[in-house]
Nanobody, 120 residues
Framework: VRLMESGGGLVQPGGSVNLTCAAS????????LGWYRQRPGDERDLVAS???????KYGESMEDRITVSRDIAKNTVYLQMNNLKPEDTAVYYC???????????????WGQGTQVTVSS
């Protein structure tokens, strides 16, 4: 399974950016699909995720400034971030929990990451 991220780049403070992540491959089921971010010197933290079972989860840092949605048929998750601040500068990673039908086994997959820089 491959995670293809798009979006990101340089944005001014107060601006918005849209990120898209599409999962592709053969014969796979994704339960959780979402976004994490890693700021310089920090750990990777949840931004938001959408699960087939369990709904939507938000990280603490951006919940009031983001909109996350998922197209199940396209295995794609969308993240819109608004009113961005310089401290939102980070590498944003797509994450997917792949599950196997008939098994309790699951694996976490990561995209390569996309840089979002908030600066004037």
């Amino acid at each position: 399974v491959r995670l293809m991220e798009s979006g990101g780049g340089l944005v001014q403070p107060g601006g918005s950016v849209n990120l898209t992540c599409a999962a592709s491959g053969e014969d796979f089921v994704i339960n959780v699909l979402g976004w994490y971010r890693q700021r310089p010197g920090d750990e990777r933290d949840l931004v938001a995720s959408v699960a087939l079972v369990g709904g939507t989860k938000y990280g603490e840092s951006m919940e009031d400034r983001i909109t996350v949605s998922r197209d199940i048929a396209k295995n794609t998750v969308y993240l819109q971030m608004n009113n961005l601040k310089p401290e939102d500068t980070a590498v944003y990673y797509c994450s997917a929990e792949r599950v196997y039908v008939g098994s309790y086994y699951a694996e976490i997959l990561w995209g390569q990451g996309t840089q979002v820089t908030v600066s004037s």
